[in-house]
């Protein structure tokens, strides 16, 4: 199989790849940080990287959904003072487009799941619920 290693990422989360393979997020840790980083191809053995920074300090990334493009992100937390986030990638960074209101009041969403268009997200959270929400981008 072939292998790239990325020295700079001790990844220790959620793992995500677009439809073709160009994009890829990891959940992890980056010079002690907890981030999202986004890896793009850029030639048939280089990547460049992108970050994601948490929204609250304290904020551990859980699980993340990239959409069938890979220019929208969907991160849980392992954190009650934070929320699930949407991102979206605007062609030279990343910014919110979504917040989930009100999520505060429920520990650990451990998992997301994006559509491949990036407008419906599913949250299972902490015990038997999913949650969906329709949006658009």
Known sequence: ADQTFFPSILPWGGVSINYDGSIIAVNGQQNSYNVTTIL????PTSWSSSIIPPISEGSYFGSLSLNYEGNIIAISTYNSLSSPSVYKYNGTSW?????????????????????????LL?????????????YSN
């Not at 487009?97 to 650990?108: E, G, K």
């Open 40 to 43: 793009k191809q850029t030639g």
């Open 95 to 119: 910014s919110i487009i979504s917040n989930i209101p009100n999520y505060q009041t429920v520990q650990n969403a451990t998992s997301v799941a994006l559509n491949g268009l990036g407008t």
């Open 122 to 134: 599913a949250i299972n959270r902490n015990g038997p619920y999913i949650d969906i929400y329709q």
